[in-house]
Every structure is written in C-alpha cells, then in structure tokens.
C-alpha cells in the first residue's frame, strides 16, 4: 500500500516535470517565431524606407551607431561613477569636524560617555563623571 502510494507520487512529479519542460518548449518555440516575425516587419520597413529615400539605411546606421557609443560612453561613466561611491577614501586632507572647539566637545563627549560606561560596570580604574567635568573646566 505505501509502496504504491510513493509510486503514484513519483509518476504525478514526472508528469508534472513533463508538462512543465513542454510547456517552456512550446513556449520557448513561439518566441523564436515571434522574433523571426518581427526582423521580417523591420526589414520589409527598412527596404520600403530605403527604396523611397535612398541612403536611408546608411543613415540609420550612422545614426544607430552614435546612438549606441553614446549610450556605451553613459554606461561606463555611471559605472565608473558606483565604483568611486562603494571605494572608501582613506585619506582625509582635513579634520572632520568644524573646529577645534567641535572636536574638543566630541572629545569631551566621548569622555563622558566612557566614565558613565565605567560607573555602570564599576571599574575602578577608569575616571569618575565627576573627574572628567572638573579636569575639563580646569582646560578652559
């Protein structure tokens, strides 16, 4: 009885497996008749175009090639300008804050911020809240 039952399930997987992979040839088939369909329109075009006002082709292609190194030369540059973005620079000609006085505040901040962390943890070591404010006053 299982037996049967996991070999009916293996047959509808198969079946399944079948109708899928016909499916996509058939598919697969309709666009390849599609796209042979739509080359005969444009060069049936092409050809009227070219008959009524001769060098049209020759124009077209003149103009499909800037077309395509223009947007070739677009292309480069937008990538050109993602790698630049993602690359970080390590070399900083200035200091990121404004001023002195802003970069002596973050220094007084982050002071602050490490003897909160070391009251909270109770290390001995480490300056008091209270020590940081008094040497800070007594700098300026």
């Known amino acids: 009885m299982r037996l049967s039952r996991e070999n009916e399930s293996s047959d509808s997987q198969r ?3 079948r109708q899928i992979t016909e499916s996509i040839r058939v ?3 309709n666009d390849q008749m599609l796209h042979n369909l739509m080359l005969m329109e444009f060069w049936s075009i092409v050809r009227t175009m070219d008959e009524l006002n001769t060098g049209f082709w020759s124009q077209y292609m003149k103009n499909h090639q800037q077309v395509s ?3 070739l030369k677009q292309w480069q540059a937008e990538k050109e300008a993602a790698q ?3 690359s970080p620079s390590f070399s900083r000609s200035s200091s990121p804050f404004e001023s002195e006085e802003e970069a002596k505040n973050v220094q007084q901040q982050m002071s602050e911020r490490i003897a909160l962390f070391s009251d909270i943890i109770g290390d001995e070591r480490s300056p008091t809240r209270r ?5 800070s006053h007594e700098n300026s």
């Open 15 to 17: 079946d399944f497996y």
């Open 69 to 71: 190194q223009q947007r």
């Open 84 to 86: 630049t973005q993602r």
């Open 131 to 135: 020590q940081i404010r008094e040497s």
């Open 27 to 29: 598919l697969k088939r």
